[in-house]
């Protein structure tokens, strides 16, 4: 599975922003996905994560809320809608994929859940 995100940028307190992570590759539906992100001198943390269906998603405390994550498995495609965005959220946003397992949902909050990394997007939220 090949990642890219895209959609990041400039904005202000309070703004919005959707990502996008375009997927290659067969069965798409069956991996679940991940947002983590990675602010300058801080460890990557978690987002947000969904379900190969798009039945379930789990949200990290911080964003929760605020973020929605979505999937369009025709499309090949899974987004992060932000909202109310906050100078903490300015971090560089990875898409990333896990392949099929038995773990719950509730267990896919931390990044060495994920076994497919995309590029990055930077997110910058200005004060």
């Known amino acids: 599975v090949q990642l890219q995100a895209s959609g990041g940028g400039l904005v202000q307190t309070g703004g919005s922003l959707r990502l996008s992570c375009a997927a290659s590759g067969r069965s798409f539906s069956s991996y679940g996905m991940g947002w983590l992100r990675q602010a300058p001198g801080k460890e990557c943390e978690f987002v947000a994560a969904?379900?190969?269906?798009?039945?379930?998603?789990y949200y990290a405390d911080s964003v929760k809320g605020r973020f929605t994550i979505s999937r369009d498995n025709a499309k090949n495609t899974v987004y992060l809608q932000m909202n109310s965005l906050k100078p903490e959220d300015t971090a560089v946003y990875y898409c990333a994929a896990r392949r099929p397992g038995i773990a719950p949902i509730s267990r896919w909050g931390r990044p060495n859940e994920y076994d497919y990394w995309g590029q990055g997007t930077l997110v910058t939220v200005s004060s």
């Open positions: 969904i379900s190969g269906s798009g039945g379930s998603t």
